[in-house]
Nanobody, 116 residues
């Protein structure tokens, strides 16, 4: 059974940091590109960051470049999103996604709220 379980969300003040984790099971994690998306009530779901199956070259939305870092540990089947210098506009539900060709799996999401 495929599972992606996000954790690490919560309430943080502007300028603070959070580290999201997404633990995967039920598929060959190391063969999948991993991505983080986010969605708020006011916006469509948007791609935040992505990392290829073997790690290496990453990509980011312009809005998070220089503040967020995506990484993965294939031995632990886990992908991370380190979020620094958080802003109120980063408030959203964050989802991890595993992608390989036609195959795409989603987690249930974790809420991140940036507010003073």
């Amino acid at each position: 059974q495929v599972q992606l379980v996000e954790s690490g969300g919560g309430l943080v003040q502007p300028g603070g940091s959070l580290r999201l984790s997404c633990a995967a099971s039920g598929f060959t994690f190391s063969s999948y590109t991993m991505k983080w998306y986010r969605q708020s009530p006011e916006k469509e779901r948007e791609l935040v960051a992505g990392i290829p199956s073997a790690g290496g070259s990453t990509n980011y939305a312009d809005s998070v470049k220089g503040r967020f870092t995506i990484s993965r540990d294939n031995a632990k089947s886990t992908v991370y999103l380190q979020m620094n210098s958080l802003k109120p506009e980063d408030t959203a539900v964050y989802y991890c996604n595993a992608l390989r060709g036609w195959w795409s799996y989603w987690g249930q999401g974790t809420q991140v709220t940036v507010s003073s």
